[in-house]
């Protein structure tokens, strides 16, 4: 398959870019080290972190209420500088587009939405810092990165030259699965937004157990103010302020979500293999099929073992991966081509 459009490589490498800095922010987010430097955009006003003794003791005098941890501060840093890449390349894809933007098949667009996308994250990020963690601002921070990663997908799916044929299937079946895949991608954004505020109010480990929770297969729960997002800026949400109650209806809702995605997306893919036909859409039914058994494998795995940091941060990489899968889906499906 060849990819002549200038700009494919540059989207292909600002991919797997986008990819680290998700990566890296569960990572940072998971390890508690989104206030590793309590100012921005440096660290304790380094470019990178007090290195020195002294250099640690001016920062702690400077930052009375935030002592300097290393290895809180590091994840911090790295993840900064990856976005910040992140955006260059992302000025530099924009370049590209407006010089070649007579080309056909060259998006214009698309590169200046997710300009004005970068900049808002690094807005969130500053947020993030500045009002220590508060819920909202971290859910959208975490949403915005996906957000990036799946249009920057989505630019290099258009960018690609390959055309997609539809199989030779009745025409009705084939249409009949674009709804059926639409619907399954938004059902995944749901429950990755549920998984942010699931995480940034420190749900994730508020019931212990399996299939149960607190013993109880409908436990005490408070949707209000689980679910109030208009609760106001508090000093400090690191380590969560709601109650126990509060973050039991979070993770049990985060849980019966799953449960909805893992039904309908099942029910998608036995469509796929029934009515798509076609090697290549068989190719992508057992890739959503592989990541969906994946992502429920990490789910399970880090209730059975609390929530130990590696498989939890592959959990947050395995959403992403699902995610992109039914982009890439709901594209082919848009995009192909009739040949009968």
Sequence with gaps: MSNTKPSFLLVQIAVALAFCVVVLGAFTRLKDAGLGCPDWPGCYGHALWPQTSEQVAAAEQAFPGAPFEHEKAWPEV???????SLGFLIILANLLAFKYRNERGQPVRLPLVLLVLVIAQGLFGMWTVTLKL?????????????CTLSLL??????????????????MHHWRSLKPLALLGLILVICQITLGGWTSTNYAALACPELPTCQGSWWP???????????????????????????RVAIHMTHRIGAIVVA????Y????????????????MANTLLILLLLQLCLGLSNVIWSLPLAIAVAHNAGGALLLLGLITLNYRLHKATTTW
Excluded: K
Excluded at 153 to 170: D, E, F, G, K
Excluded at 263 to 266: N, R, T, V
Excluded at 268 to 283: D, E, F, K
């Design 78 to 84: 790295a993840h900064r500088y990856f976005a910040g």
């Design 263 to 266: 039904l309908y997306l099942g």
């Design 134 to 146: 508060w819920p909202q601002i971290v859910t959208l921070h975490l949403l915005g990165g996906f």
């Design 153 to 170: 997908w989505l630019l290099r799916l258009r960018l690609m030259t390959r055309q997609w044929s539809a199989p030779a299937v009745p």
């Design 268 to 283: 998608l893919i036995s469509r796929l293999y029934r009515y798509a036909g076609g090697p290549q859409m068989r190719s």
């Design 220 to 246: 005490t729960m408070d949707f209000g103010s689980g679910f109030n997002f208009a609760q106001e800026i508090g000093p400090n949400y690191l380590g969560g302020q709601l109650d126990g109650s509060a």
